[in-house]
Nanobody
Framework: QVQLGESGGGLVQAGGSLRLSCTSS????????MAWFRQASGKEREFVAA???????????DSLTDVKGRFTISRDNAKNTIHLQMNNLRPADTAVYYC?????????????????WGQGTQVTVSS
């Protein structure tokens, strides 16, 4: 069954904002680090941001331009939900965004470390 479900994607103009959400039905949510990845058409899936089980520690991509200054990852363990607030969006941010969970407490950027994946939500930024 689907354990992670993303929402909040859509079409936005460059410079606009979106807030993605991912709700987990996993009973172990509050002891799992979570992350957002994205995959543009024809490209490999890439790491965007991750957050520790408690929300006290976050990790943002070093390779994606200005992600740390524009995107913010957060979580609400009471609601089994994580969010990705995306501001000042650019056409290069156009992709399917996936949330993922790992059997570990700490945020890491490696795709292979994540055991559970959502179906993804499309984000399209027009110029």
């Amino acid at each position: 069954q689907v354990q992670l479900g993303e929402s909040g994607g859509g079409l936005v103009q460059a410079g606009g904002s979106l807030r993605l959400s991912c709700t987990s039905s996993r009973r172990t949510f509050s002891s799992e680090a979570m992350a957002w990845f994205r995959q543009a058409s024809g490209k490999e899936r890439e790491f965007v941001a991750a957050i520790s089980y408690s929300g006290d520690s976050t990790y943002y991509s070093d390779s994606l331009t200005d992600v740390k200054g524009r995107f913010t990852i957060s979580r609400d363990n009471a609601k089994n939900t994580i969010h990705l607030q995306m501001n000042n969006l650019r056409p290069a941010d156009t992709a399917v965004y996936y949330c993922a969970a790992r059997d570990g407490l700490l945020p890491v950027p490696n795709l292979i470390e994540y055991n559970y994946w959502g179906q993804g939500t499309q984000v399209t930024v027009s110029s």
